[in-house]
């Protein structure tokens, strides 16, 4: 016997035994199959031609805070750097015990993500933790972003405009 029969006889068996009818089973098995001699040609065509495609600038700026030694900061004396934060990945995060580190600060901080492009506006934002350890190097930990928040900027200006009124 042919292995495909034998398996939709199976399958016939098990679906009856499950309350259903052949009938049933027939409608489920035949609406997996695809008729390739009746394709719509025009839903073909349609999905092969090319759109026009403009682009858009998008500026993205990230914002956050860092330890910096208090002499430096007063005298605006600080470098690139200064400003270097070594991000420990998730995987990673589990290795190390960093309560048994020697950190010269460990502190919460914020991270905020603003993307702009023409008058939508969107930000997210996550929190970590910064280890200034003992050697100088600073280490973070961000935990997972928030979702987007976007603004368009004419419901913005409505907003303002409701306000003045």
Same mark, same amino acid.
């Given at each position: 016997?042919?292995?495909?029969?034998?398996?939709?006889?199976?399958?016939?068996?098990?679906?009856?035994?499950?309350?259903?009818?052949?009938?049933?089973?027939?409608?489920?098995?035949?609406?997996?199959?695809?008729?390739?001699?009746? =394709?719509?040609? @025009? #839903?073909? &065509?349609?999905? /092969?031609?090319?759109?026009?495609?403009?682009? %858009? +600038?998008?500026? $993205?700026?990230?914002?956050?805070? =860092?330890?910096? @030694? #208090?002499? &430096?900061?007063? /005298?605006?004396?600080?470098?690139?750097?200064? %400003? +270097?934060?070594? $991000?420990?990945?998730?995987?990673?995060?589990?290795?190390?015990?960093?309560?048994?580190?020697?950190?010269?600060?460990?502190?919460?901080?914020?991270?905020?993500?603003?993307?702009?492009?023409?008058?939508?506006?969107?930000?997210?934002?996550?929190?970590?933790?910064?280890?200034?350890?003992?050697?100088?190097?600073?280490?973070?930990?961000?935990?997972?972003?928030?979702?987007?928040?976007?603004?368009?900027?004419?419901?913005?200006?409505?907003?303002?405009?409701?306000?003045?009124?």
């Amino acid at each position: 016997m042919n292995m495909k029969i034998y398996g939709i006889k199976c399958l016939l068996i098990a679906l009856s035994l499950a309350g259903l009818s052949a009938s049933a089973v027939t409608s489920i098995v035949s609406a997996q199959h695809t008729d390739v001699f009746n =394709i719509d040609f @025009e #839903k073909k &065509k349609k999905r /092969n031609e090319k759109k026009d495609i403009g682009y %858009l +600038e998008v500026e $993205e700026k990230i914002i956050y805070s =860092i330890a910096i @030694e #208090k002499d &430096k900061l007063d /005298n605006n004396d600080f470098s690139v750097y200064d %400003l +270097e934060m070594i $991000e420990i990945p998730e995987e990673d995060s589990t290795k190390f015990a960093w309560h048994q580190i020697e950190c010269t600060l460990e502190k919460s901080i914020t991270q905020t993500q603003i993307r702009s492009a023409g008058d939508l506006e969107c930000d997210r934002s996550r929190k970590g933790t910064l280890y200034w350890l003992a050697d100088g190097k600073k280490h973070v930990h961000w935990g997972a972003w928030t979702f987007w928040k976007c603004i368009k900027g004419d419901d913005d200006k409505d907003s303002e405009d409701d306000d003045k009124e």
